[in-house]
């Protein structure tokens, strides 16, 4: 046990190391852009990837890294969409009111100046994940469909997809497992037919977890999927063959 235990405990700091070395290598090549938007830009996706591992410590080290950086850029887009981020973040830290102020202020105000179907889709997510922690399922579900519904008319897939999926969760929470199943499978359609494996494996998992013969169903479709363009790609290539041949 003590072995274990120092072995684990190891494996952690070597993990962290690791990670503040990425960290550092990542600060690095974005100082090396002159663009200062794509270089916002690109410390609010890395907050995101943080976010979504569950490290919120480096994810609020590099939104305040990009916040330093953008107090010049306040009524900016750029500077919306790093609110939003932050917005996520603190809803994830359980700081709901400063969530609900940041979101109210520094992200609505500018996104209602424009028309972008975008930005009112995040807004819905946004108020979704609030009402989720204040246990406002129902207001939850519909954000989360109108969210659904301008990630279609605009075809941007892999937020539609994230969309149905976090749909499923809340059904889940809601102890709701059609709906649950449901969602996770219009969830599905979207990962398998754009190719979103990492998204599409989650969403897998999950599926597992609540319903397993529906899984073992999705997973045996897949794989004569898969069997099927295998086969068809084998005798596309014989003929191509034969065709060399007969020349």
Not at 1 to 22: G, L, W, Y
Not at 64 to 79: G, M, T
Not at 83 to 106: F, G, H, M, P, R
């Amino acid at each position: 046990n003590i072995k274990s235990k120092e072995k684990e405990e190891k494996s952690n700091q070597e993990s962290k190391k690791e990670e503040n070395d990425q960290g550092l290598q990542f600060k690095k090549d974005i100082e090396e852009y002159n663009d200062k938007i794509t270089e916002l830009r690109i410390y609010d996706e890395i907050a995101k990837i943080y976010i979504n591992t569950n490290n919120y410590d480096r994810a609020d080290e590099f939104l305040k890294i990009a916040f330093s950086k953008s107090e010049d850029l306040n009524n900016h887009p750029v500077y919306a969409y790093l609110n939003c981020t932050y917005v996520s973040l603190l809803t994830k830290n359980n700081q709901l009111q400063d969530a609900i102020e940041v979101l109210e202020n520094k992200v609505i105000p500018v996104f209602e100046s424009s028309d972008s179907k975008r930005a009112n889709a995040i807004i819905k997510q946004l108020k979704a994940e609030i009402f989720v922690k204040q246990k406002k399922y129902e207001e939850a579900v519909s954000n989360l469909y109108e969210a659904i519904e301008l990630y279609k008319s605009i075809k941007l897939s892999y937020e539609e997809a994230k969309s149905y999926f976090e749909l499923a969760k809340v059904y889940n929470m809601m102890n709701n497992p059609q709906m649950v199943v449901s969602s996770l499978l219009e969830a599905l359609n979207i990962t398998s037919d754009n190719e979103f494996p990492i998204l599409n494996k989650k969403i897998e998992d999950f599926l597992y977890e609540i319903d397993s013969q529906e899984w073992a169903n999705i997973v045996n479709k897949t794989a004569r999927k898969e069997k099927l363009f295998s086969e068809s790609k084998v005798l596309l290539e014989t003929l191509d063959l034969l065709g060399m041949i007969n020349e």
